[in-house]
Every structure is written in C-alpha cells, then in structure tokens.
C-alpha cells in the first residue's frame, strides 16, 4: 500500500517535473521565437525624444513655439521625487523592485477579471516604454510576449530612474502636451518644482485616458481619481496622513477651468512674422526637426516696432475700405435662440473670428443683439467696460443705409471703444463698429546693412488670414521697378543728367500695337534721367530700356533678386511682371547700403537642443572681437565680405535720383522725414496694385496694396495710399535707429546740372532748378545728345494727346542717339504731372 502510494505521487511528481520542463522548454521556445528581430534598446540609451522649438525676440522674450507633440524634455535628475512617486502610485508601485515585468500585478490582474472585476492592465512601467517606443499599442498576446521580453532587456540596459524619465517624458497627458513637464505648464503654467502633491496626482490620473479624464467636462471622475492616486502615495510612504488628508480636500483646479492664467497669455498671438519663420525654417532644416529638434530660434523683429508695423498698414486699409462706405462685418452670425437662452458666449467663443486686432484700441468680438432706429444693442465677448454696449446712430455715418438695413440680430460683429485720445487714451466716447477690409497689403522693414528684418506684416489680421501677402502674395511691382532700369542705364554708360525724349511710342508686339502712355496721358520732350524717376515717365523709361536692352535689366533685376527669370519684354521695365514685396525691399536695400548683396533674414541665430549653434545670419568678420580689451574709443573692426552687385558710384547716382522722388516727385509732401530719404512710388493698370518702397541710411521699408483677387482700387496712388504707411512706420523707427546722409562714394566728383535742361552750370549756381548731380572722375556729361531709344517716329503717331491744346505747346527740334533728328514738345508745367503706373 505503501508503495503504491510512493509510486503514484512518484508518478505525479514525474509528470508535474516533465510539464514543467516542457512549459519551460515552450516558454523558452516562445520567447526565442518571439525574440528575434526584435528593435534594439540601444536607441533608448540615446534618447532624443520630439521637443517643442521655441522663437525668441532680440530681448529674449518668448514669442512663439511650434511643436507637433507638445513636449518639453527633463532630465530624470530635475524631475522631482514628488511627480516620480505620484506617476509610480497609479501606474506600477513595485516599479524599483520588479527586473521589467511584474508577476505579482499581472496575477491580481487576471484574478481580478477571473472573478468578473474590472478588466485592467498589468503593465509596468518599463513596458508600457517598451509599448510607446518601440511597438504599436494593439492588444494582441504576441505584443504582450514582446513587451516582456523588451522589458526585461531594458533593466539590463539602463537605470531605474533612466527608464523612469522615459516615461515621464514621452507620456501623452491631453490637451497635446506630452510629458509631465509640458502638462504641468499646459494645466497649471507652473513648472515641476511648484506642483502641489493633489496636482501632481492629478497629471499622474491622465495616462489612463487622458480624454476621459478632463479638468471641466470630467471633474468628479478625474476627482476621484485623483484622490485615489493621493491614497496609493500615503500608503506607499510617500506623503504623510497630514498631507494626504488636507490634499484630497482641495478641489479640481486648473487652467482650462479659468483658475490659472494661461502660459499662452504671456506669449503674443501668433503673427505674421514667427509663422514666416515657421516657413522658411521648416524648408531649411525638414519639418520633423523644425517641430520636433527642439530649437531655439533668435528672430530679428523688433517687437515696438513690429506693433507699430501692424498698426499703419491697418489704418491705411480701414481708412480705404470706410472710404467705400459698405458693410460686410464678418458674414458670421449665432442663431438668435442662444442670445435668449444665456449660451450666445459659449457658442461665440467657438467661432472662428479675428481676435488679433489692435487698432487705436483692442476690437472686440461681439454680437448684435437690439436692433433700433437710433442704436444698436450688443453683447461683447467678455463683458468689458464700460456698458451699456450699444452703437449710436452717428457712428456709422460712413456706411450706406440704417442699422435695420445693414444688421440682423445674431449678426458677429467687430466693435472698439472710441476715446477721445489716441491709442485708447482719453476719455471713452462710444462703442464703434468695424469690419476687417476686404483690400489687403503687406508691409516690411529692414536694416540695409545686415538684412535683418524688424517688421513684417503680411494683411490686416493673421487670424483673419494666414495668407502672407509680403512674402506669399506675387504682385506686379509698378513703377517701383524703373529703378532697376535706370540703375542698367547707369552701368551702361548714362548718367543722371542724359537726355531722354519723352515722346509716343508703338511697338508692334505682334499680338497687336503697343502705345505706353504716361499716367497724366501727356508727353514732356526731352529730359534728364533724372527726371523720368523722379516724375516716374513711362515713355522715358520705355526708350532707356530699349537703348540698354531688355537683357540688362532682366540680368540686372535678376541679380538683384527681384526674379529668378525675367523675360526680357518691353512691357516688363514698367513693372509687370509679377515678383514679392519681400523681394523687391531686399533688393532697394541694397540701392541703399552702396551696392553690396545683403541677404534678408528673420532669423539672427538658430541653435539646437544642446546649445550649438547650428545657422547665424551675420557671416562678417569682426577682426577685434576676440582680443581682450579695445583701446578707449575705439570699436571692434568688422570686415564686409560680401559681394557687390552694383558699382558704389551707380549706387549713389540712383540714390540721389530717388531722393528727388520724395523731393518733388511723386512723392513729395506725403513722405517727410527729418533725413535724406529716398523712395519710389508704383502704381499698376487701373491702380489694381499700389506701392511705396523707401529707405534712409540705415533702414529700407516697403508697402503694398492691393485686393488679393487683383481689381481695380479706384482713385488709388502708390504716393497718397502707400506713403502715408510709409511715413508713419519711419517717423518713430528713425527716431530710434537714427540716418544721415548717403555715402558718397571715393571716385567721383560733383557737377552742377539744370534739371529741367540737364545743361551744366557753373559751380555757384544756386535755385530750385539747380541739382548737383556726381559723375566719376575722368567723365564729364556729355551735352546736345538726346537718347530715344531707337524708335522711329511714325507720321501717324500721335505727338500729344487729344485733351492737350497744341497751340500752346513748344516745340524743340533735336539730334537723336541714331543720328537723326525730330522736332518734339518741350517740357511741360510741373503742375501737370502725376504719379506712373504701367501705363
């Protein structure tokens, strides 16, 4: 008896050692099997995880960020040992005592669902790395064998607090922010080392289900949550009964419930100038690295300045669209309903409208509520000061029809309080309706030395449209691109005091007769160069293009930057073909700093994660800036080795042509700054596009207007429409950046020209037809030669237009550049003319 039951326990323990050798054996074989080709740890050692670029101003203030998972990287040793045992209670307590794997959890697991429990997850730490690193997230049993076997390999391979900061860091959390150091900007603007324990049990409840657990729409489950994490840290030894007790009692507090100001608030609203950045960066270095190698991006804008960048493009287009005397508003409105039942303001913070304006005060978003004959009631979007919120009648004296006619209750609306003082000061006087206009423009300034950029404004409002009409926006630049022909005409040979014939033209284009008119529809006889930019003369200009050739200035704007490709056409030295603001105030720029090649920039510095610098714009050499100490009064020698592309004298010769534009030109009386200043107007067919791009010694800024479907803008010229924005953004910038005379370049002398005759005076001559013009040594101007451009003159043509009395037109017979000679009108009163466009 005895024996037979030593033989059958015997035989039981046999076939239990041989199950379990063959369960081993299995397992061993599963895990082999599942083993290979399995990705290597190694990667996790050197971990680099996506990290939010940041964009600073030159003042080291945050303006923007971009980031497609919202990540801020910590080192385990800066994450606190609070935060670490919050995240270890509610997810893997026996974390510092497992090798990967938890047998123990994973057993209270499958007991727990045994018995009908809730069905939840074993996975530890380490495999939940595993899961977010290096396998997809389906629920299968060979994900799980791999997670194992990952893990495992993993404690091997790093420290616990390694892999702890791995996780800390790559967690999804909600609200896009990734890691706890993101989370806890994003739901409490604190850092980690000011977290409360109840909000750092409050980020370690969002690994779950971070949707299912939001601050405002889940607040007593995330609650409970909370609280239950709060009791895992006290019974795990981590907090006291003091602290857990007086924790648990505090409420759901965050920022999306409006108990903490955003960390956003502290940033402006994104803008023109950080999403340009976006653009160009993303294009240098990839977009996975832009948003996601954690750079620090220096940006060159100059914050005052850029506000008020801002604001004198916006008052030129809200003064143009009142002057149309329509209303549009925002064609955005709320069913009326929500305005009765309280809920209008949630329903209007869901709507997509402008929020970004600034323009002599902040515009709010509002909507139309009362409708009367003699006010219009509304409620605006965060209540502000001061009520009652309504809109007297006289307020919209500039729009056609009555309230009733223009608004229907529900209606989304911009509305400003008016005071009596300029930006917001003074007195409040009422509540204004505006509208965002429907034309639009671009604006931009630079230094002409270095290409910084330190204003860009691409339309009325970023939010409104993202659309940048200073770098994106193709437009034909008008007569802001004569400068480019005279500047070939220059090089060729010319000089400011050549005599060109202001006469009519027809080309056969072989598409049909050409005949480019003047703006005025006048022709003027023979002039100096000079005064075809200054009084911007098609004709003029047309014959100089001829006589260099169409391919020197298509080579010379082409160098310039302003194409890549021009097609060397007649019609294209007045401006039609189409090129970027952006392109053509880099290029003035260099008009401007004597003729050297400067490469614009947003960006002074770019700088990786770790510091290095990785971009700098400014590539000149500073020969002093190592030594230790400079002499008194003396300052580091920095070496220009850029490359000119204009002779210094050409250079200065079109400067001072342009300086007339503002003198007396089409320009003159609208720009007046308190030093030399040059510019030219530009004005294309039917004033569809308007221009002005100046520039001082030291700064170049540039304006366009123009619907972004190309129609005509009426009554519209580059001088009176572009100037004014021109005017006010240079009046304050050259208080800061300063300017004084143009450099006259070595080589050259100064001769004394009539600039009506281009005859050559004596060096006392003085009088408002007198200019000084600068020749280059061993040239003297060259008199009694008229330049036309190789045109014939046709019996049929036409010598002066219909409204113009022949009878009191002078008539002057010259000698032309071929040889021949033609009697043409003589100049005309200066009364009579007018800015150029393309015709």
Known sequence: MIRFILGFFGSIFSWLTLAAIMGALTTGAIFWMYGRGLPSTEQLENYQPATISRVYNGEGQLMDEFAKERRLYTPAAQIPELVKHAFISAEDKNFYTHKG??????????????????????????QQVMKNFLLSSDRSAERKIKELILASRLEKSLEKEDILALYLNEIFLGQNSYGVTAAAQTYFNKTLDRLEPHEAAMLAAMPKAPSDYHPVRNEERLLNRRNFILKEMYENGYIDEQTYLSEREQPIRSVQGGDFESFRSAMPRRDYFTDEIRRQLSGRFGEDEFFGGGLTIRATVDPEMQDLAARSLRKALEDY????????????????????????????????VARDIWLENKWHVAVVDEIGDSQLGLKIEGNPEPAPHVVPREDIRWMSGSFRDNFERGDIVHVRAMTSGDEGEGEFMRWSLRQVPEVQGGFMAMDVNTGRVIAMQGGFSYENSVFNRATQATRQPGSTFKPFVYASALSSGFSPASIIIDAPIEIDTGAGIWRPQNASNRFYGP????????RSRNLMTVRIAQEVGMDTVARYAERFGVY????????????????????????????????????????????????????????RDCEDCKAARLPAGEAPTI?????????????????SMMQGVVQRGTASGIVNLPVPTAGKTGTTNDSKDVWFIGFTSNIVAGCYIGYDRPRSLGRAYGGTTCGPVFQRFMTEAVQK???????????????????????????????????????????????????????????NLPMFSPEQDQSRQQTVDVETSTGGRVNIPSKAPSASLSAGGLY
Do not use: C
Not at 113 to 119: H, I, K, P
Not at 527 to 534: K, N, V, W
């Open 101 to 126: 794997y938890d047998p123990r959890g994973m057993v209270a697991a499958a007991v727990e669902a045994a018995r009908g429990g809730r069905l939840r997850g074993a996975s530890t730490i380490t």
């Open 321 to 352: 669209d009142r002057s149309r005397g329509q209303w549009r508003g925002t064609e955005k409105s709320l069913d009326p309903a929500t305005l009765d039942d309280g809920t209008w303001e949630e329903a209007l913070a869901d709507m997509r």
């Open 527 to 534: 002039a100096p160069l000079r005064t075809g930019i200054e």
């Open 564 to 619: 890549d490709d021009m097609p060397p056409f007649l019609a294209n030295a007045l401006g039609s073909y189409e090129t970027t603001l952006f392109k053509m105030v880099s290029a003035y720029a260099m008009f401007a700093n004597g003729g050297e090649r400067v490469e614009p920039t947003l960006v002074d510095r770019v700088q990786d994660r770790w510091g290095r610098t990785i971009y700098r714009h400014d590539q």
């Open 639 to 655: 070496t220009s080795n850029r490359e000119r592309v204009m002779d210094a004298i050409t250079a200065y010769q079109l400067t």
């Open 737 to 795: 950046y300063g300017g004084g005379r143009f450099k006259v370049p070595e080589g050259g002398h100064f001769v004394k020209i009539d600039r009506y005759s281009g005859a050559r005076l004596p060096d006392s001559a003085s009088g408002p037809s007198v200019v000084a013009e600068y020749f280059r040594d061993g040239e003297e101007p060259i008199f009694g030669i008229v330049f036309d451009g190789g045109f014939a003159m046709g019996s």
